[in-house]
Structures are given as C-alpha cells and as structure tokens.
C-alpha cells in the first residue's frame, strides 16, 4: 500500500477514507465472527483436541487481525499528532498477517505428513506456536526499524511513498516481507494442497486384498476429521491472490474494482477463518452441537413437567 508522507511532512492525510471505511467495517464483522467461533468452541471444550486447537490458533490470529483493522477507524481523519499510533497500528497488522500466514503454513504441513506419510506431528505443536509468534515479530520489526511504518493513500501500514515522493525502502520491504513470500507461500501450499487432497481420496476409496478389515472405514473418517482443517489453507491461497495482482501494477494506475477488491479480501481472510471454525464445529460434532442447543430445552420441559406433576400431587392431596 502506497504511503502519503511520513510525519515529517506537513499537511499529511490518509486519503483514501473509503478504503478505511471497507477494511474497518469488514473487520468489525470478521472480529464478531471469530469471537463466536472461539467462543463456542471453549463452550464445546474442543480445546482439550488438537485439531481443533491448530484450527482455533488460526482463528485467532485471525482475531487479532481483524482488530486491528477496526483501529485503521482511528485515521479517518489524520494529523501528525496520530503518526505513532498509525506506527503502532501499522506494525501490528503486519505480525497478525504473518501470524496467519505461519499457521496457515503450519495446518497446511501437518496436513500432508498425515495424508502422505501417516505422520501425526502432534508432538510439534510447541514449534508451531512459538515459530509463529516469533518469526511474525522478527520480521515485522525491519520495517519498523527502516522507520517505514506510517499513513498510506490506504490505510496505516509499511509506505512506499514519504512526502509525496516514492521512496525505495518501502517498496522492497514490501515485495520482500509479504507480498514476495505470501506469493511463494502461495505457490507452495497449492501444490501441497493437491498433493493431500488426491492422497486422501485415494486412502479413503483404495480397495486391497491385503487392506486391514475396517481401514478403509477409518481412513474415510480421519478424511472427514481433516477436510476442515483444508479449508484455512485454500482460503489463504484464494483470498491472497487479488492483493497480489493489485501489486503487480507497481506504480501504475490500478483499476478501482480491483482495489476494491484486494481491499475486501484482507478482512475476509479473517472473516472466512471463523466461519471455517464454526463450519467445522457444526459438521465434526453436529451431535455435541445439538446435545448443546437442545439440553437447556429439555431441562427446561422437565422443570415445567415437575411442577405440573407437583401441583397436581398438591390438588389430589387437598381434594382427599
């Protein structure tokens, strides 16, 4: 995203307000989102597996995503007194991308060791929390060292012009901490996602001689457990795709319909996280989900029932 000034300069604005206004909204919504699907997902104590763990760190780092759109509100109307707010913002919204992105990597790799290798990498879950918090801030900090941070012709994010004037810092740290990587990660996770998807229909329908009684049947159930998790890693790879053409116009003039819909796109990613987590929820475990909206109503119906059966005791009794 293209960068106005910095706060050196004076009269510096964020001029694209509709923009702000997209982005803010969306993550609004994609913040409620993921907090009733993490929400649900605690009611449900899913926690305690890990599928649904590695689901629910995506969805919350989606979470924090999304948050710190709602905070691009703050520079609708900007002045140089909010410049180190619009760092801070700026900042964080880079370490919560990547943190999507590291655990979008790592669903994508425990995926394939299961469909190709019958590896179950649940040991390495510490490695997948701590990478991914700590490979977000390690890289997210250069730009904040360079001083590149700061208000964009978008919204508050790594600048690629300073006082009116392109400025070649902003631009390679650009190419070279998200839209370089989030392309080769785009890359990458196609090809591992075609790779788990054939292995897994293949495992779930072989017929063999020599197959174990009941594999099959197991291998097909392991596939309706895991298909969900596939789910944060395509929408990373579909939903990272308009940002990326919008980027490859460089300084050119981009068409408003593909701005608009790079822009969209950002807070989807997060948007469509909690749904997948809600969608997952409702299909692995539609019997807990239903034991849950159904168990207060029969308790209710009992209750009623006892005291219709008591009073009915208490007018028997009086009668007699």
Request: aromatic letters at 12%; hydrophobic letters at 50%.
């Amino acid at each position: 995203m293209e960068a106005s000034a910095n706060t050196s300069c004076s009269n510096v604005t964020v001029t694209n307000s509709f923009l702000i206004r997209i982005v803010g909204s969306l993550g609004a919504v994609s913040v409620a989102t993921c907090l009733v699907a993490l929400c649900w997902s605690v009611y449900l104590k899913l926690y305690k597996q890990f599928l649904y763990r590695l689901a629910s760190y995506q969805v919350m780092a989606s979470l924090l995503h999304a948050l710190f759109l709602v905070c691009q509100f703050t520079f609708l109307e900007y002045d140089d007194s909010k410049y180190p707010s619009c760092v801070a913002v700026g900042y964080m919204l880079e370490i919560a991308g990547w943190m999507k992105a590291c655990f979008g990597c790592w669903i994508t790799f425990h995926l394939f060791c299961f469909a190709v290798f019958l590896k179950n990498m649940k040991k390495l879950e510490p490695l997948y929390i701590i990478s991914s918090i700590l490979v977000p801030i390690v890289v997210s900090s250069v730009p904040l060292i360079t001083k590149s941070y700061g208000p964009t012709d978008d919204w508050c994010w790594i600048q690629r012009k300073k006082c009116g004037k392109y400025d070649l810092t902003g631009f390679v740290e650009q190419i070279a901490l998200w839209y370089g990587p989030t392309f080769v990660l785009l890359v990458l996770q196609s090809i591992a996602m075609l790779i788990i998807m054939i292995t897994m229909y293949y495992r779930a329908h072989r017929k063999s001689d020599d197959d174990v009684i009941g594999s099959r049947e197991q291998n097909k159930k392991a596939l309706r457990q895991l298909l969900p998790l596939m789910a944060y890693p395509v929408l990373f790879c579909i939903l990272i795709i308009p940002p990326l053409i919008e980027r490859l116009y460089g300084f050119s003039s981009i068409p408003r319909v593909l701005l608009i819909l790079a822009t969209v796109c950002i807070p989807a990613w997060s948007f469509f996280a909690g749904v997948s987590l809600i969608v997952h929820i409702g299909a692995i475990r539609r019997t807990d989900v239903i034991a849950c909206i159904c168990t207060p109503l029969a308790c209710l119906l009992k209750k009623k029932d006892y005291i219709s059966l008591t009073s009915m005791q208490s007018f028997s009794n009086d009668s007699n």
